[in-house]
């Protein structure tokens, strides 16, 4: 039996309003304001799905969950290793899920 999951995700970083960023400036008295984005990592529906199939499996069968974010560099580094080209992907003992998985289909494969 296989003892852990990857699954490849993206994080998004979305813009969800504005905001005015102040610091002071040393011996002046004043602050000095910028205006910046703010933002937030968004997962996508599918990416979330897909994580929380894996989750409920690895919980079932106490299987270790490697999750690897493919919007970071390193990231970005073991997908190509790998040969992932799209979110979600689940690697599990050489045998690749493009897609959101089947609990079935998990299940399955862990038991090779």
Sequence with gaps: MLDKIEIYIKNE???VGRAV?????PDHGICA???TLKT??????????ALEVV?????EKGVKVEVIHVS???GRLKAKRAGVKETPTIIMGGTKIVG?????????L???
């Excluded at 937030?40 to 799905?49: G, H, L, P, Q, T």
């Excluded at 989750?55 to 919980?59: D, G, T, W, Y």
């Excluded at 959101?100 to 399955?108: A, D, G, R, S």
Aim: proline fraction near 5%.
């Design 13 to 15: 970083e979305v813009v």
């Design 21 to 25: 960023v102040g610091f002071p400036i």
């Design 33 to 35: 304001l910028k205006d």
């Design 40 to 49: 937030e990592k968004v997962m996508s529906e599918a990416d979330r799905i």
């Design 55 to 59: 989750n409920e499996v690895a919980r």
């Design 72 to 74: 970071t560099f390193r």
């Design 100 to 108: 959101i998985p089947e609990k079935e289909q998990i299940l399955t």
């Design 110 to 112: 862990l038991q090779r």
